[in-house]
């Protein structure tokens, strides 16, 4: 065998070549897009989550952003207090900060 034959022998053939610069075969796309439906399939649930998270943070910031604070000196935080004694004689039980917001109206 001369070098010119075991050169020819060597190189790969011009079927070969062509068909490493044609791209992926129809396994490789089936097997890729398997696993990437199977990835999809197990990351949905993760992020629907995380989205459902994100609204209810998204409305309770706004909640509290729209709420108007209130600076409060003696003379109200008094009369919350006759207010909320007021009815705890009569047997009606109120959080202070419930006879606050009620009393202010």
């Known amino acids: 065998m001369n070098e010119e034959t075991a050169l020819y022998k060597s190189a790969p053939s011009s079927r070969t070549r062509r ?18 439906l199977i990835l999809t399939a197990i990351a949905i649930p993760s992020l629907m989550r995380s989205f459902r998270t994100y609204q209810l ?25 006759d207010w909320r004694r007021g009815h705890a004689s009569t047997g009606i039980t109120l959080a202070q900060a419930d006879s606050i917001v009620a009393r202010l109206r």
Not at 57 to 81: C, K, Q, S, Y
Request: overall charge positive; proline content about 5%; hydrophobic content about 50%.
């Open 19 to 36: 068909s490493r610069i044609a791209g992926f075969s129809m396994v490789e796309l089936a097997v890729s897009m398997t696993v990437l």
């Open 57 to 81: 943070n998204d409305a309770a910031t706004r909640l509290f952003d729209g709420l108007r604070i209130v600076p409060l000196g003696r003379p109200e935080g008094a009369r919350a207090g």
